[in-house]
């Protein structure tokens, strides 16, 4: 559904620490989830992305977890860095069979050394 | 090979005026996308443009907002009459294709209305 005019949820670690990010999406029928992550005062940037017939998938310190059951995706940092400090975005695409993008609320990560 | 270009990237209005957006796609991109963000909210969906033709708009308020990407130049949001409510940040984002999976974005403009 709809995000709504709340602060946004803060995450709170370590420097070297792992950190898990949670995201719910609106749709069933959606197929397609990406990860963005927000640095203040600029545009999202492509983090990782995973199709609905994959449940995990891995790149460079990063992972993204699906679970159509609940409709529940999680990203997973390995080793979080100060430069990670952001506000991280789920997105998911919606039917219609173009980029037109639903974003989640939003998670602020915070990284301290 | 450029990103996406957005400007302004601040634009102050005053209640009543008129704002216009530029977005240039990157290079060989003939999708874009317009996203609308609030102070701590996540980008909502306006519009989806390919050259010449306004794919899906349903994202766009009914009144005073109007987007449209030319065969030739950038594409632009317009917004009429500005009220405070429409102070965001404004995003644009383009693709190759309309499947591809990764949608690039500018970096915003920001629009006050004073």
């Known amino acids: 559904g709809e995000s709504v005019g709340l602060h946004l949820p803060t995450l709170s670690v370590q420097e070297g620490d792992n950190s898990i990010i949670n995201c719910a999406y609106s749709?069933?029928?959606?197929?397609?989830f990406i990860w963005y992550k927000q640095e203040s005062g600029k545009g999202p940037q492509f983090i990782i992305d995973?199709?609905?017939?994959?449940d995990k998938r891995q790149g460079q310190r990063v992972t993204v977890l699906l679970n159509k059951t609940v409709k529940h995706l999680s990203l997973q940092i390995a080793a979080t860095q100060p430069g990670d400090s952001a506000v991280y975005f789920c997105?998911?695409?919606?039917?219609?069979?173009?980029?037109?993008?639903?974003f989640g609320a939003g998670t602020r990560l915070a990284v301290h050394p | 090979n450029a990103g996406v270009m957005q400007n302004p990237r601040h634009l102050v209005r005053r209640r009543g005026q008129e704002a216009r957006l530029r977005c240039s796609p990157m290079?060989?991109?003939?999708?874009v996308y317009w996203y609308r963000q609030l102070p701590e909210e996540g980008l909502k969906f306006m519009v989806y443009?390919?050259?010449?033709?306004?794919?899906?708009e349903s994202g766009m308020p009914k009144e005073r907002f109007s987007a449209e990407f030319p065969k030739e130049g950038p594409s632009i949001l317009r917004i009429q009459q500005v009220v405070r409510g429409d102070s965001a940040a404004y995003f644009c984002?383009?693709?190759?294709?309309?499947?591809?999976?990764?949608?690039?974005f500018g970096q915003g403009t920001r629009l006050t209305v004073v």
């Open positions: 984002a383009s693709s190759p294709f309309p499947e591809n999976t990764e949608a690039f």
């Open positions: 995973i199709r609905s017939n994959m």
């Open positions: 443009l390919q050259k010449e033709n306004i794919i899906d």
């Open positions: 997105a998911e695409i919606s039917a219609g069979g173009y980029n037109k993008l639903i």
């Open positions: 290079k060989g991109h003939s999708h």
């Open positions: 749709n069933s029928a959606s197929d397609y």
